[in-house]
């Protein structure tokens, strides 16, 4: 293999590194919503059938819930939720989340409450069920998150209102000056007002 084959290979490797990149937040979101819709159709079925949860086959909701997370998955991908930013979440994308769950659910419905052999009757209010379930765990993680979020830069300026303020007059040459100002002011603790400056 020549030397430049190899780093063709090589360019090669890392564009798809980049794009499966396990750091990216979108990708643990994506996840975790995927992992919701799985335990949506199980709270779902759990509530409405109650007692009668035990003559359902295990075979049975196992199937159910891969399909329902496979539809689920390119519903997410179709509409990008995956995207949105959990602690600067808004009303669009609210309202983005109850459109991808309810389509995803309606396209789910007839496969889970007419294409099946279970004993009993799969009542269709299960997907109703499941659809509310899975819409109200995806806005609560992201609602709570920016709670979280708004929380923590509450604490911080607080915090940052018990550090004492110095006033100080900058001494020196033009180049250093400007250099210590750009660096004090990317600082998110500022425990200096700068009064004047002598050059």
């Known amino acids: 293999m020549s030397l430049v084959q190899k780093m063709k290979n090589i360019r090669t490797f890392q564009n798809m590194s980049k794009k499966f990149d396990v750091t990216d937040k979108r990708i643990w979101i994506f996840s975790y919503d995927v992992l919701l819709s799985l335990m949506s159709l199980y709270i779902a079925v759990s509530f409405v059938l109650g007692d009668r949860q035990s003559l359902v086959s295990p075979n049975f909701m196992v199937k159910q819930s891969a ?43 007839p496969l889970l409450t007419l294409a099946h052999t279970q004993p009993i009757d799969i009542p269709s209010i299960i997907v109703l069920v499941q659809w509310g379930t899975l819409t109200f765990l ?57 009064m004047g400056i002598v050059m």
């Open 138 to 194: 995806m806005i609560l993680s992201r609602v709570l998150r920016r709670l979280v979020h708004a929380r923590h830069l509450a604490y911080e300026a607080d915090s940052q209102l018990e550090i004492p303020i110095f006033r100080v007059i900058l001494v020196g040459g033009k180049i250093a000056v400007t250099n210590f100002k750009k660096s004090y002011e990317a600082l998110n603790a500022k425990r200096y007002e700068i």
């Open 67 to 109: 399909i329902l997370a496979l539809i689920s998955m390119a519903f997410f991908l179709w509409f990008q939720t995956y995207k949105g930013v959990w602690r600067f979440v808004t009303l669009r994308q609210c309202a983005l989340i109850i459109v991808t769950t309810a389509l995803a659910s309606l396209v789910y419905w």
